[in-house]
C-alpha cells in the first residue's frame, strides 16, 4: 500500500476560560529561519548551540518562528494584543489572524480595544487592511514610551530603519483614537499595562486578572522558549536595547517563575500559553494543559 503525504497540519486557533474572562490564541503565521546565530545565542560557539539544540530535541540549524496574537474577552470588552503581518505576510506563510478571527466566531467589527505591546512588524503591520483601519471599531492603546520614541526616531537603532517607516505611515495617523499608557495603567477593569522596556524601547505588557486568576501577556519578553528563554542573558538581535533587554527578561521570568503566573507569549510554541519553571540556575517553558474550546 502506498501513504499519499497530505502535508503540513497544524491547530491555530485555542480558547480558554480564565475565571469569567475568555482567552483565544491565534496564531498569524510561521517563519523558518536558517540560523540559529543571528539573532540568538550571540554569545554562543557554534559547538554551543548545537548541544544546546541536542538537549532540547530541535534542529542546529535554524528554528521556527511563529506569531500568535491573543484575544481577551472580559467585562464586555473584547481586546486584541497586536495584529500580526496582515497583508505583508499573507505570500510568506503569514498575515492570518484576520482570517483565522472568523473561524474563531468574531468579526473585526467586534474588537472594541487594540493593544499594542510594541511597534514591530509583526505586531503592527496588520493594523491596516486595503488602506483603512483593519478592525474599525476599535479604540487603541500603546505605551507612551514606545509611541514617542518610535515617532521622535533619535533612538531607534538604525536596524529598523524600515520598521520606523512602517510605523510613521500606520501608528501616528491613529493617534486621535489613541490612550497612551504609563507602567500600571489599567487599560479595561481587569487589564493592566505593565512596563517591559528593551526589546523595544517602549515594550509593554499586560496583566489580565478575573476571579482570582491571571494571565500576563508578555509580548517579545522572550522571542523564544529555548535560546531566549533558557538563556536570558544572552544577547537577542532583535532586541532595541539588548542590555535593557537582558534586565528585563531576568525580572521577568524571575517573576513569572516565583508567582506561577500563567503567560501568553507572541513566539512561544502555539498555543503559545504556558508556564514558567525554574530548572537549576535557569528556566524552562512548560506548556499549559488547557484544552481548545472550538
Known amino acids: 500500500m502506498t501513504t499519499t503525504l497530505k502535508g503540513a497540519y497544524r491547530p491555530t486557533i485555542n480558547r480558554f476560560a480564565l475565571g469569567s474572562a475568555e482567552v483565544t490564541t491565534i496564531l498569524d ?16 560557539t557554534p ?30 470588552q473584547l481586546v486584541l494584543f497586536d495584529t500580526g503581518f496582515g497583508a505583508m505576510g499573507r505570500d510568506n506563510h503569514a498575515g492570518q489572524l484576520r482570517r483565522r478571527l ?17 511597534c514591530h512588524p509583526d505586531h503592527i503591520a496588520g493594523v491596516l487592511e486595503d ?47 489613541m490612550t497612551f499608557l504609563e507602567d500600571g495603567d489599567s487599560v479595561v477593569p481587569g487589564l493592566t499595562a505593565e512596563a517591559a522596556f528593551g526589546h523595544s524601547l517602549g515594550h509593554m505588557m499586560y496583566r489580565v486578572e478575573s476571579d482570582n486568576k491571571s494571565l500576563l501577556i508578555w509580548g517579545d519578553v522572550t522571542n523564544h522558549y529555548v535560546y531566549s528563554l533558557q538563556y536570558p542573558e544572552s544577547i537577542v538581535g532583535f532586541d532595541d536595547d539588548k542590555a535593557m533587554a537582558i534586565a528585563t527578561r531576568k525580572r521577568v521570568l524571575d ?18 500559553v504556558g508556564y514558567v519553571e525554574r530548572h537549576g540556575a535557569s528556566y524552562r517553558w512548560t506548556p499549559a494543559s488547557y484544552q481548545s474550546r472550538m
Request: glycine share 8%.
Open 47 to 76: 559547538e554551543e548551540i548545537a548541544a544546546i539544540a541536542k538537549a532540547n530535541n530541535l534542529p542546529s540549524h535554524g528554528f521556527e518562528n511563529t506569531y500568535t496574537p491573543t484575544l481577551v474577552s472580559i467585562g464586555g
Open 29 to 44: 503565521g510561521a517563519h523558518i529561519r536558517d540560523a540559529i546565530n543571528p539573532p540568538f545565542a550571540m554569545d554562543k
Open 255 to 272: 517573576m513569572v517563575a516565583t508567582d506561577g503566573l500563567l503567560v501568553s507569549g507572541h513566539h512561544m510554541p502555539f498555543p503559545s
Open 102 to 118: 472568523a473561524v474563531a466566531g468574531y468579526a473585526p467589527e467586534d474588537i472594541d480595544v487594540l493593544a499594542f505591546t510594541h
Open 131 to 177: 488602506g483603512v483601519p483593519a478592525y474599525p471599531n476599535a479604540r487603541y492603546v500603546i505605551g507612551r514610551r514606545e509611541f514617542d520614541a518610535w515617532s521622535d526616531g533619535s533612538e531607534i537603532p538604525a536596524q529598523r530603519a524600515q520598521n520606523r517607516e512602517m510605523f510613521m505611515k500606520l501608528i501616528p495617523p491613529l493617534a486621535e483614537k
